[in-house]
């Protein structure tokens, strides 16, 4: 598969992105206007998410998470390279611990001393509800590449005490700080089964290379009473009412933030509302490290699943807090950038916006770069509807002073759709087209400050039978089968 409009964005990226004009003897300089080309990272047809980092040096890390096929779980993959993506080391398997258990949605990361992380989530084989905000209950787990040398694998959680949502991120010192919501001991044992709605313990950990810190307790959570605490209370004719021995509806779903000078988490999030609003359903909230603030109350059974492309809170070069998000009801569909003030956040600016009122945003991720910098990927159609054939990847750039780039068309998959039909003899007959979708995508910089993405492109195949017969009364008759096939693949692009 070719990307035959890549080359054409390049002097378009650098300028959006305040790139200096290259040397003559840049092989990337405007007047060649090349790139490195396209390579492909993964290798069994069944990619899910994936994630890139770059070190000081200049290597280039990539993991990505991949089935080696339908009936076995989900595998972390790495790899890794030293010429700027050209060519890239063998593939390692990360998370493949015997358990059965898949590989969910991952991140690297590489702290102030070059220790790289690899982090993910374990969880079940057959979960449907997990994604980026993550609301399947999981094992949170982490390598560390250490002199060459990955450390075995440490988890942070166990089963009676499931994570669901979390992100990483650096400190100002350069640690890798982790910060998720899972489901406390206590509330687990009263109610007998994981979930979301009670995931209310949020935890913080600073990640010292294979060895974690002690995890600490983000947002104050009073423990639930014990039976002997609630054998007194009755003893003495003072019971705690159900509420105080059960876990409430007060978990919190698609973390996603940074962490503040002072070493504290501060990160947007989803809660699910509460009993006594009809209206509303689940609510977007910013914890400032101090209080939970809300900024936005979706409509009662919208908020579908978000948990895919969850809210993300970024920082410009001038500290300014932006929440990126697809909005649900905008006339076009669309990704947009809330600047929050005093609590709440100002007006929109589309990032990325279909021109149409049909079109729809399939899938979106957002990234904090380097000096408050942003880049926004969006898979977008046009056409929109069910399974669109015309989903092309868009990324935009924010200098970080508040301004976005013009959406840029890093793919060209409609070029590349093709349809072919052969006849088998017998008027029987065999269909086949392809078409190609874009899914999960990150966007890093370069040692020498130029973009890379890495992302998931999928070619879908629909196949079609045609199979003629005669009934006993001599009436000729067909009959149609369909199938279709995807295949998605994870792609490094280097401009």
């Known amino acids: 598969m070719q990307f035959n409009r890549v080359s054409l964005l390049v002097v378009a990226l650098s300028a959006a992105l305040g790139c200096q004009k290259s040397s003559a003897k840049d092989p990337g300089a405007a007047a060649g206007a090349k790139t490195s080309g396209l390579v492909k990272l993964s290798q069994y047809d069944k990619a899910g998410f994936c994630d890139l980092a770059v070190a000081s040096d200049g290597t280039l890390h990539a993991i990505f998470n991949e089935a080696p096929d339908a009936m076995k779980p989900s595998y972390l993959y790495y790899r890794a390279s030293s010429d700027g993506g050209a060519t ?6 990360l998370s493949d611990d015997e358990s059965g258990n898949s590989c969910g949605y991952a991140r690297i990361a590489i702290d102030g001393k070059g220790r790289t992380y690899a982090i993910w989530k374990y969880i079940d084989k057959n979960e449907l509800l997990d994604g980026p905000g993550a609301a399947g209950a999981g094992i949170l787990a982490f390598r560390c590449l250490e002199g060459g040398t990955w450390s075995r694998t440490t988890r942070l959680n166990e089963v009676k005490t499931p994570v669901y949502s979390w992100f990483a991120a650096p400190d100002p010192g350069g640690a890798i700080n982790l910060v998720w919501s899972q489901m406390a001991a206590d509330a687990m044992a009263v109610q007998g089964w994981p979930s979301s709605m009670t995931a209310d313990l ?4 600073v990640l010292e290379g294979p060895t974690p810190g002690s995890p600490k307790m983000v947002i104050p959570r009073k423990p639930l009473p014990t039976q002997a605490q609630i054998a007194a209370a009755h003893a003495n004719h003072k019971d705690f009412s159900y509420e105080e021995t059960h876990p409430g509806k007060a978990g919190l779903l698609n973390l996603r933030g940074y962490i503040d000078p002072a070493g504290t988490a501060v990160f947007v999030a989803e809660d699910f509302g509460t009993e006594t609003d009809k209206e509303h359903g689940k609510h977007i909230v910013l914890w400032d490290g101090k209080a939970l603030q809300p900024l936005y109350a979706y409509d009662r059974f919208q908020t ?13 070069a001038q500290g300014k807090q932006h929440v990126i998000r ?3 009801k905008a006339e076009k569909a669309s990704v947009r950038d809330y600047a929050v003030e005093g609590g709440k956040w100002s007006d929109p600016v589309d990032v990325i916006a279909a021109k149409g009122g049909k079109g729809a945003v399939i899938h979106w991720q957002a990234t ?6 942003m880049a926004v990927t969006t898979a977008l159609s046009e056409a929109g509807g069910w399974a669109p054939e015309d989903t092309e990847l868009f990324v935009s750039f924010s200098d970080g002073l508040g301004k976005w780039s ?3 068309r890093i793919t060209d998959n409609v070029s590349l759709q093709n349809f072919s039909h052969k006849e088998t003899g017998g008027s029987n007959a065999i269909s086949s087209s392809k078409s190609y979708s874009p899914h999960f995508a990150n966007v890093q910089m370069t040692k020498e400050g130029r973009p890379c993405i890495l ?20 009436r000729v008759v ?15 692009l280097k401009w």
Do not use: C, H
């Open 455 to 474: 992302m998931v492109n999928s070619e879908n195949t629909l196949i079609g039978i045609t199979n003629a017969g005669v009934t006993s009364g001599g």
């Open 478 to 492: 067909s009959g149609l089968g369909t199938g279709r096939v995807s295949s998605p693949n994870v792609y490094f």
């Open 326 to 328: 697809a909005p649900e």
């Open 88 to 93: 890239w080391s063998e593939i390692k398997n």
């Open 304 to 316: 579908y699943n978000n948990f895919n492309d969850p809210p993300t809170l970024l920082l410009d």
């Open 202 to 205: 949020i935890q913080q950990v």
């Open 406 to 408: 013009a959406p840029l």
């Open 368 to 373: 904090q770069l380097p000096g408050g910098k």
